[in-house]
Structure formats: C-alpha cells, structure tokens
C-alpha cells in the first residue's frame, strides 16, 4: 500500500469537502432558493424557456442527484434567457461598410481619417433618424441599424449611400455598401444577435460600391413593386444556401 504524502493528504480532504458541501441539502436548497429569485424561474427542475439543450448537458453531465453545481449551472442559464429574448416584432437589420477604405487610410493620415469618419456617421445618423431607424452600433467604418419598417429600411439604404457619396475629404470620395435582411433577433438591451444578424452583415459583405442588397425576407415586408428588384447569386458562410438576395433600387415614379 502507498502512502499518500502531505500535500495529498490535503488535496483529497479538499476534493471530498468540496464534493460534500456540492451534495450538501442544505448547500442545494440555498442554490435552488436564489435560482427561483431570478427573472423566469417556474419549474425550480428546469429554466423557465430553453437554451434547453444547455441546460440538458448540464443536467446530464451534473447526473441524477441534485448538486449545488447543478443549480449554479441552471441558474446561469436561465439568467441568460432572462437577458435575452426575441424581438417583439420583425425587424430589418441593415448593415453598412466603406468600400476601400482601409486601403485609403493607410496613406490619407490620422486627421482625414477621423474627419472622413465623422462626416461619414453624421450623415448616416441623420438619414436613418430621418426614415425612423435606430443606429445600433457603430462597426469602424461603418454601422448596424434596425428597423421596424422594411420599406424605410430600403428607402434609408438607398438614401444613406448617396448622402455618403456627397461626402468629399481631399478629393475622396466614398462608396458605401449596404446589406439588409429581416428577422427575428435575440435582443440584449439595446444591440441584437443571432443568426438574422450574421445574415445581414453577410449580405452588406457581398455588397458592391454604391449598392444596396436585401434579402427576400425584407422584400415580402415591403412594397416590391416601388423597387427594382435585380437576382444576386449568393453565398455565404452561415447563410442558408437557399436564401434570395437582390439589389435593390427605389422606383422614383411611385
């Protein structure tokens, strides 16, 4: 028989102090109590709404006994479920990004970067207020949008890239590239993600100078027949394969 040493001697002291304390009842039920303080707590078992497959590996991995551990787990997810939830409604994501730009900032300098900038998110915060958008975020040279109306979104597409077209540092003028798709995305406070929204900023990626890409999600919301509608092969990682994407142009005579 080998005999443990010192400091194995206290690390396996430890370990079953730490296992006692997790299957404690004492040490479960306070767990459980704080979970079922939390924001969505119904079945003290299982959180209230799914990321249901976590919460399964949690309870698999935590196995049959209930274990403070096991609590602990649960409760983080369902805190996030707590903290995320789906739009209440459909909305139109919209990205936009500079074309070329970072091969122009190499060699313009520090103050016209800034000053390009500057005017570039000025008149895009004006346009988008304009047709009842909300800038979510800015994205470096460029910004992520929502919208509850997707005929404003394609409208404020088209608007923002030719206000962006009019901007003039030095003789340079940039082409913005706008991408917009329509879904249901996880909103946490005041930014969104998910899937619809990779799906957008794929979109805007796909993008060429001065044009706008939607989707056929954010067509079926809107008045298809003020755009011309072009077909544009697409393909993306993380985009379904059978998604439509079009590029899009108001019709002035409507």
Known sequence: MIEESGPQRYWGRTANAVRRANQSPGVVGVARGLRRMLPGAVDPAFP????????????????????????????????????????????????????????????????????LLREVFDVTDDVVSAYGGKVVKSLGDGVMVSFTDADKAIQAASAVGAAVNVVNVDGYRPQLRVGLHRGRPRRVGRDYLGVDVNIASRI???????????????????????????????????????????????????
């Open 48 to 115: 209230a709404k799914g990321s249901d497959r976590v919460a399964r590996l949690i309870l698999q991995a935590s196995g049959d006994a209930p274990s403070a551990a096991q609590e602990f787990g649960l409760a983080a997810v369902q805190a996030w479920q707590a903290m995320t939830r789906s739009a209440d409604h459909p909305v139109t994501i919209m990205f936009t990004d500079l074309v070329g730009f970072s091969t122009w900032a190499l060699h313009a300098g520090d103050d016209q970067v800034l000053r």
């Open 204 to 254: 805007a990626d796909a993008a060429g100078g001065g044009e706008v890409l939607a989707s056929e999600q954010v067509l079926a919301a809107a008045r298809r027949d003020r755009y011309v509608a072009r077909p544009r092969r697409f393909r993306a990682k993380g985009a379904p394969n059978d998604l439509s994407v079009f590029a899009v142009i108001p019709r002035h005579d409507t």
